[in-house]
């Protein structure tokens, strides 16, 4: 098959006379820089003037957003319920333990407050304390197993498991709510 | 007995160096979400790569020039240049990315706060790519990535329903509770973790940096068929394991950790102990060759003298790209920034700019001039063509589906 040609490229030989680096002066309309500038300028005072404010989706995009704060929440208890488990049968070294549980226990920790920065819309006040009371349960409780795995208190492990378990109920009974007759 | 030994030697390591922190983070991601159901996506992303690599490793062993090199010429400074904005930007990300992530699995065993690790990963790579040959490299840190097989181990431990594995891979089957729009994000962020600009220029400048000559073409393919296939394997158990084990579960894929714990769960601590190790080489590795393809393509463009093979004083300006951008991605990871969300964002930009990185050498390949006799058949433009348009697809559908799904949530 034959070489693929675009007209307009420079051959090669112009590159080996050196010609290649020279530029050829563009021009550009003075009315393109102005617009750029009053572009540029409205973007920053656009950002400047919400960058303060809470974020105020509305109530559908409000709702997605507390479905997937509490999936993710789910997702980290879940992750620290299996490294228990997987403690219980000597599988997992303790600093392996303790990287991925205290990676766990951030995630909650950005995931609330990402969360909690979100304007709640009208008449969802109490889905908004619920949301966040049972996220900051799930927070406490990762603290806990966390505190747990770097003292290396085995003896403690059943009952957190349990009570891992219990929050993960919870989270999915509180998903379910979201979900529920009227959304 | 050498040819051979060669041969062997290049498609461990190109199986071994195949998978890096994209392609760990990623297929764990859509592992536990989709299963294999994204399986064929690979399987493209794999062909793709070893369709480019092919062509720019030819391009250098039939010219002994570099795919940067060529495209300046054949194209112009313009077109150059806008290749070289695209590929760098993606390829420095995703150096920031590996080498967070080496801190990352370094961290697993030391258990301290990573950005403790990251300016002491950032001096290693440096050091190595400054003092270290260009063999040395490739060899020692795609032999010991070649760890990860323990991840396909894993998965046979594990002992999976296969038939139902196979389905999904072959019916590309949706779970129910997932949307098609995220399913669609996941197709472009693993087809960008496959076919990643920087390997290629990696591979071609590698090739002129081994000095690889037409009678090399048959070793290099080889590494390309047979090796990048295989990595491709590798990403396949991962995203197999941690369906097994995650998906059940319903963890979502967020740290290095959880990608570690099915095989764990297999394995226990000694198969972890491998994945850690697996997890080092794959990311120490796939620093040195950002590293080096950030020195390669820049000092390429701009007509200085590169490469490991001839000493550092006579390429200072590629060793001085390299220090930068060594100290510039490791002052990026200290803003506190997280090295998996830097991967998933380099991921997908990545899928952005492969246009801009892939076109340019589908025309050098197919120059005569260049070429002669090995100039593309009929066989390798077809392919070329088709992945353009794909390519393309991807490109464009990026973007909106990254704010549309807010990164696959």
């Known amino acids: ?183 | 007995v050498k040819n051979i030994f060669a041969v062997a030697l290049g498609i461990l390591t190109a199986i071994g160096g195949f998978v890096d922190i994209g392609d760990l983070v990623t297929n764990a991601q859509v592992g536990a979400r989709f299963g294999l159901s994204l399986a064929w996506v690979v399987v493209i992303g794999v062909l793709g790569i070893c369709v480019f690599a092919e062509m720019s490793g030819r391009v250098a062993a039939v010219s002994g020039r570099a795919t940067f090199d060529l495209v300046r010429e054949r194209l112009g400074p313009r077109v150059g240049l806008l290749n070289l904005a695209a590929s760098m930007l993606i390829t420095f990300l995703t150096f920031v990315a590996e080498i967070g992530g080496v801190a990352l699995s370094l961290q697993l065993v030391a258990s301290v706060h990573v950005l403790l690790i990251v300016p002491l990963v950032g001096v290693l790579v440096w050091l190595v790519l400054w003092r270290a040959k260009f063999s040395l490299i490739e060899n020692v840190a795609g032999l010991l990535g070649l760890a990860l097989i323990v991840f396909a181990v894993a998965l046979w431990q594990l002992g999976p329903d296969w038939s139902a594995l196979a389905h999904q891979a072959v019916t590309a089957d949706k779970p129910e509770d997932e949307h098609w729009r995220t399913m669609a994000y996941y197709v472009v962020a693993l087809f960008g973790a496959a076919m990643t600009p920087y390997e290629v220029f990696f591979f071609s400048s590698g090739g002129v940096e081994e000095r690889w000559t037409p009678k090399d073409l048959p070793t290099m393919r080889a590494n390309v068929f047979i090796g990048f296939p295989l990595g491709g394997l590798l990403s396949l158990s991962i995203a197999g394991c941690a369906w097994v084990v995650l998906g059940p579960l319903q963890i979502s894929v967020d740290s290095l950790g959880q990608v570690g714990l099915p095989v764990a769960a297999a394995l226990g601590k000694i198969g972890l102990a491998v994945a850690i190790l697996g997890f080092v080489a794959a990311t120490f590795g796939a620093a040195c060759e950002t590293g080096l393809s950030v020195g390669y393509s820049l000092a390429q463009y701009f007509g200085a003298q590169w490469g490991k093979y001839v000493r550092p004083h006579e390429a200072t300006v590629f060793h001085a790209i390299i220090l930068i951008a060594t100290l510039a991605a490791t002052a990026f990871l200290m803003t506190a920034v997280d090295p998996i969300l830097v991967t998933e964002v380099s991921v997908v930009f990545s899928a952005v700019a492969l246009p801009l990185t892939y076109f340019p050498i589908l025309v050098v390949a197919n120059d005569p001039d260049y070429m002669g006799q090995h100039v593309n058949g009929r066989l390798a433009n077809t392919l070329g063509s088709v992945y353009m348009v794909l390519i393309a697809g991807a490109a464009v559908a990026a973007i909106p589906l990254m704010i549309w799904t807010r990164m696959g949530q």
């Open chain 1, 1 to 183: 098959m034959g070489a693929v040609r675009v007209k307009g490229w420079p051959s090669r030989e112009r590159w080996h006379e050196g010609v290649a680096f020279a530029e050829v002066p563009t021009r550009r309309p003075h009315g393109g820089r102005q617009v750029t500038v009053v572009a540029v300028a409205g973007l920053v005072l656009s950002l400047a003037a919400t960058a303060c404010a809470p974020q105020s989706p509305d109530r559908s995009s409000w709702i997605d957003q507390a479905h997937t704060a509490l999936d993710d929440v789910s997702s980290e208890v879940a992750t620290v319920s299996l490294l228990l488990h997987l403690q219980d049968e000597d599988k997992v070294p303790g600093k392996y333990q303790q990287v991925v549980a205290q990676d766990s226990e951030s995630a909650v920790g950005k995931t609330m407050s990402k969360f909690s920065g979100e304007q709640p819309p009208e008449g969802e006040d109490d889905t908004y304390r619920d949301v966040t009371a049972v996220m900051s349960e799930a927070s406490d409780l990762l603290a806990e197993v966390r505190i747990a795995i770097v003292r290396r208190a085995t003896g403690e492990y059943p009952t957190l498991r349990e009570q891992l378990v219990t929050m993960q109920d919870q989270l999915t009974q509180q998903t379910d709510e979201l979900e529920g007759p009227g959304r």
